[in-house]
């Protein structure tokens, strides 16, 4: 399997607006959010497919992904933190952390126009 850019990024190789890390996954700011604090949570490994991780990672990943869920939420003003897997743009397993009022603000068609200022504040921001 090719590597994908999601591996490149969690490598340091792609720049990225982190928002969390451990030896087993990293969180950063979608670069073309729905929302402000939209932030994809991916395992190190490379796993195309997220219901193709082994059990325990598949657990550990949505442990890790509560925690930066409520980073956000203590940090972004929101009702609730949706989480969204699609998984299809790229190889690469990861869950979207969505920062919403209701579930409208969940509309993929729909992107925030940022600059990387704005997406530089809020990484620090959310910051663990």
């Avoid at 340091?12 to 949570?41: C, R, W």
């Avoid at 930066?68 to 003003?77: D, G, S």
Wanted: aromatic share 8%; hydrophobic share 40%; glycine share 2%.
């Amino acid at each position: 399997m090719e590597e994908s850019i999601f591996s490149r990024i969690a490598k340091g190789e792609i720049p990225s607006y982190k928002v969390a890390a451990n030896e087993k996954f990293y969180a950063f700011l979608d670069i073309n959010p729905i929302q402000v604090g939209h932030t994809l949570v991916i395992p190190r490994k490379q796993t195309d497919y997220i219901f193709d991780l082994d059990d325990d990672t598949l657990a550990e990943m949505i442990v890790f992904a509560k925690k930066v869920a409520k980073q956000i939420k203590k940090n972004i003003k929101c009702n609730r933190v949706a989480m969204v897997v699609l998984g299809l743009e790229v190889p690469h397993a990861h869950i979207h952390l969505i920062p919403i009022n209701s579930e409208q603000d969940v509309d993929f068609r729909k992107k925030l126009k940022t600059t990387p200022e704005e997406l530089a504040d809020t990484a620090r921001k959310l910051q663990m």
